[in-house]
């Protein structure tokens, strides 16, 4: 995390995802729009509270400090408050409480998978939607860079352990945009009985990329590790441990 770089963009939406999970545990449903704030305060006060107790000075949230600043708050609010009243107050009901999923693949060594999505709903038909929310200052941009090929595997496969317990078969993944709430184009739908079918594409993958003991470098002007005065520091320590 000592690469991460926080801006103002990323950090509005951290606090839209974390305010629509605490919409949901919180059973928010039906609340008025003015009740909205609340949840990114309380998004706020989570962001402040990880970093201040994260043993490490590198977290994905302590790059967003500086960021979180009254008019970052304020377009974080808007945003959410526009979302809520386009989509006329309604979201789906969630159908999980869990907020971070893991899962441990068996390969030639215990290969461990963690993240997830923002939220998994109950959608059209009571099929299960597992919903990854996006924020994007540019959003054609952003959805043209949008990896629809790894990432809805990788959720859905995430998810699929409490899906099959609550006795789904199938589920779809779906992208929502915090600017675009009426957008359903970005989705793909899944059998529950084809996981095992993911979790061999993801153990050869990453087994793929543990066998290869070559760097490379994407070496674009933009790209600030690639340029960084710490790169040799970085490549020595990648090499002692046998990358």
């Known amino acids: 995390y000592e690469l991460a770089e926080g801006s103002a963009n990323q950090t509005v939406g951290?606090?839209?995802?974390?305010?629509?999970?605490?919409?949901?545990?919180?059973?928010?449903?039906?609340?008025?729009?003015?009740?909205?704030?609340?949840?990114?305060?309380?998004?706020?006060?989570?962001?402040?509270?990880?970093?201040?107790?994260?043993?490490?000075?590198?977290?994905?949230?302590?790059?967003?400090?500086?960021?979180?600043?009254?008019?970052v708050i304020g377009r974080a609010n808007e945003i959410f408050k526009t979302y809520y009243q386009k989509i006329g107050g309604k979201f789906h009901q969630s159908l999980s409480n869990r907020t971070f999923w893991s899962l441990c693949l068996q390969g030639v060594e215990p290969l461990k998978l963690w993240g997830g999505p923002d939220t998994v709903e109950e959608g059209v038909d009571r099929i299960p939607e597992v919903v990854d929310y996006k924020y994007y200052e540019d959003q054609e941009a952003g959805k043209e860079r949008l990896d629809m090929d790894l990432m809805p595997k990788l959720y859905i496969l995430l998810a699929s352990p409490d899906l099959t317990r609550l006795g789904f078969g199938k589920a779809i993944f779906k992208v929502k945009f915090w600017q675009d709430p009426k957008n359903e184009s970005f989705y793909e739908e899944f059998e529950i009985s084809n996981m095992p079918n993911l979790e061999a594409f993801f153990k050869d993958k990453i087994e793929r990329i543990l066998r290869t003991d070559e760097l490379s470098f994407c070496e674009k002007p933009f790209c600030k590790p690639c340029h960084s005065p710490k790169r040799e520091e970085w490549i020595k320590e990648l090499q002692k441990k046998g990358w």
Request: glycine share 2%.
């Open 14 to 71: 951290s606090l839209l995802d974390l305010a629509v999970k605490k919409f949901h545990l919180s059973r928010s449903y039906g609340q008025p729009v003015e009740y909205l704030p609340n949840l990114i305060k309380a998004a706020e006060a989570e962001i402040r509270e990880k970093v201040q107790k994260s043993p490490s000075p590198y977290s994905f949230f302590s790059a967003q400090i500086p960021f979180l600043t009254p008019v």
